[in-house]
């Protein structure tokens, strides 16, 4: 099943309660998904700054941040659950292999204005174990698992994210990603599990280095990608959804004059400041909509 | 009598309105907030009234007999599925799979409803104001599905013994089914479906009619009355 949000928001002074307005979607959202979840929070980049989001195992917050000091003089760390955001102003072509060599740490995302948690759980645990209501960003997106395609793990858990500033999240599965991520590798995109969803976020990342938009690679995507899916990506600049042209795959969107919702069901837009004003619509099976700067 | 989903649980409301005394005058309801809860009046049996305030989420008055149920509102997948009897009235849009299975009563939607609208229907009426997506109609065995506005790709796959009225355009037909002539009982069950609906003024002269070619099952013109 599994469940997909996310949040665009376009009155600026809502800010500040987007973890808040997150938490409530996904917390609405954990009967879909009650194995694992996670979010990925965007907020105003800061120039040649990047953060790298990381998840440690197998040693404490204080040994771990002590070993990346050593390697990288102007780390700031902030140490969040089992997740670090390590900001620092060294280039991803740098900072990427520092990371692989520790083998404490697995990569979840990076980018300048993404930070991405995810965890084992249920997802009502897993958003008060990050703090989640604390958050403030733009715009935001998350999912709910209940796991059909690879095991049980954080490496299993949404969002994927396959390059600077992307996610994805994904309601469904994939029939053709063995194939695809084979053919995604020699190109010399980076797929670190066997989970479907992280082929589609690969597929778009290879798009996005092609020089296509994001709405342009989702099209494609229609043609390439076999299986059922509803897509969240997002990018620093905001994000987009597309259902397969079978659409079993839920979804709804409510657009307001201060923001843009997306959930799997209704339910978990119900809180949302004036959702009943809002304009309440389903995507159209194979038809991309996005919203961003 | 009135219900809030915000303090009320689902269980306890769905019972109440499921066991009502039939000898009890209190026969109409109001639910509140509801939240896009799921089965919100799923299972209901007795001649009662409800309105239920606001969206709602999957299988909203599932399996209905006798109730009138109207949502001021969205819903969402599978609306009146399985209905036996009553009318349920969506005054917003529909999610997919509305009114599938159904062996009776009305489904009215006043807005859109997404992909397979009456999905193997088996003897309800479906009036859609608006528009209905790919694959309405689909397996269709019994019934009328009313559309004024356009249908999805795919109406009326495979259908059996169903029959689509519609105003607007089709995008494609499915396999199997394909445009009938209108006859004057056909004629007077539309006037009818659309006066129940409350579009008295719609002119019938522009619904077109479709139904089964008969080339993809057994039909047999000795069974016709069963359908």
């Known amino acids: 099943m599994c469940g997909i949000v996310g949040i665009y928001l376009k009155n600026k002074k809502l800010n500040k309660d987007l973890g808040k307005l997150l938490t409530g979607m996904m917390n609405n959202m954990a009967t879909r998904g009650p194995d694992s979840a996670g979010f990925a929070i965007y907020s105003p980049e800061k120039k040649n700054r990047y953060k790298y989001s990381v998840c440690f195992s197998e040693t404490n917050a204080k040994e771990i941040k002590s070993q990346i000091i050593k390697k990288i003089k102007d780390a700031k760390i902030k140490v969040i659950a089992d997740h670090l955001i390590i900001e620092t102003a060294l280039a991803p072509v740098k900072v990427l292999d520092m990371i692989k060599k520790f083998k404490n740490l697995s990569l979840v995302g990076y980018g300048n204005s993404i930070e991405i948690f995810k965890q084992v759980g249920n997802p009502k645990d897993v958003v008060k174990n990050f703090n989640l209501e604390k958050f403030s960003g733009t715009h935001a997106i998350g999912h709910t698992r209940m796991a059909t395609e690879s095991a049980i793990t954080t490496d299993g858990s949404h969002p994927y994210s396959t390059g600077k500033d992307e996610c994805l999240v994904h309601n469904g599965s994939l029939s053709n990603h063995n194939n695809l991520r084979r053919t995604l590798k020699k190109r010399g995109i980076e797929i670190r599990s066997q989970n479907d969803t992280e082929v589609a976020a690969g597929y778009i990342s290879n798009?996005?280095?092609?020089?296509?938009?994001?709405?342009?690679?989702?099209?494609?995507?229609?043609?390439?990608?076999?299986g059922f899916y509803t897509f969240i990506s997002g990018t620093k600049s905001g994000m987009a959804i597309v259902r397969d042209e079978i659409a079993c795959k839920p979804a709804v969107v409510a657009e307001t004059k201060d923001y843009v919702a997306i959930a799997s069901e209704f339910q978990a837009m119900a809180h949302l400041p004036n959702v009943n004003k809002a304009k309440i619509f389903e995507p159209d099976p194979g038809l991309v909509y996005s919203w961003g700067k | 009598m009135k219900f809030n989903l915000k303090k009320d649980s689902l269980r306890d409301v769905n019972n109440h309105l499921q066991n009502i005394d039939k000898k009890s005058n209190n026969r109409s309801f109001v639910i509140n907030n509801p939240d896009g809860n799921h089965a919100i009046c799923a299972g209901l049996k007795d001649e009662i009234e409800v309105t239920v305030d606001g969206h709602a989420g999957y299988y909203c008055a599932g399996m209905n007999m006798n109730a009138q149920i109207t949502i001021n509102g969205n819903v969402?997948?599978?609306?009146?599925?399985?209905?036996?009897?009553?009318?349920?009235?969506?005054?917003?849009?529909?999610?997919?799979s509305a009114g599938a299975t159904a062996h009776g009563g009305t489904l009215i939607v006043d807005g859109d409803t997404s992909s397979r609208c009456g999905i193997s229907m088996k003897g309800i009426d479906i009036i859609v104001k608006g528009s209905v997506g790919h694959m309405s109609a689909f397996m269709a065995q019994s019934g009328n599905l009313v559309i004024c506005g356009d249908a999805g790709d795919a109406l009326g796959d495979s259908i059996y013994e169903a029959k689509i009225f519609i105003s607007g355009k089709v995008k494609s037909l499915g396999a199997d089914c394909e445009e009938k002539k209108i006859t004057e009982k056909d004629k007077k069950i539309l006037k009818s479906l659309l006066d129940k609906s409350g579009l008295n003024d719609k002119d019938i002269n522009n619904f077109k009619m479709y139904g089964s070619a008969r080339k993809l099952y057994n039909f047999n013109i000795d069974n016709v009355s069963e359908y």
């Open chain 2, 76 to 96: 969402g997948t599978g609306v009146a599925e399985n209905m036996m009897s009553g009318t349920v009235h969506v005054k917003g849009n529909a999610s997919q």
């Open chain 1, 207 to 226: 798009g996005l280095l092609n020089k296509k938009s994001l709405k342009e690679t989702l099209i494609d995507g229609l043609k390439d990608l076999d």
